[in-house]
């Protein structure tokens, strides 16, 4: 989740040309980017809902039965 949340917040961060600057949307991207940031580093739970139809996906946990810390 790490990776795909520091992907994310990158690709926002690199594509978005308002991103930066004093306007009204750049306060609510930049909570936005803030809030990814803490989900990222642990402070923030969340739920992470993987839909997979074609059951392509798999996700890897080492500490198997345990959960992943």
């Given at each position: 989740?790490?990776?795909?949340?520091?992907?994310i917040?990158e690709?926002?961060?690199?594509t978005?040309p308002?991103?930066r600057?004093d306007?009204?949307?750049?306060?609510?991207?930049?909570?936005?980017?803030?809030?990814l940031?803490?989900?990222k580093?642990?402070?923030v739970?969340?739920t992470?809902?993987?839909?997979?139809?074609?059951?392509?996906?798999?996700?890897?946990?080492p500490?198997?039965?345990?959960?992943?810390p």
């Amino acid at each position: 989740m790490e990776g795909l949340l520091d992907k994310i917040i990158e690709h926002l961060n690199s594509t978005n040309p308002f991103g930066r600057g004093d306007s009204a949307t750049n306060v609510k991207f930049m909570t936005f980017l803030d809030a990814l940031g803490a989900m990222k580093d642990g402070k923030v739970k969340f739920t992470f809902v993987l839909d997979d139809p074609l059951s392509n996906c798999f996700i890897y946990n080492p500490n198997a039965p345990e959960d992943d810390p």
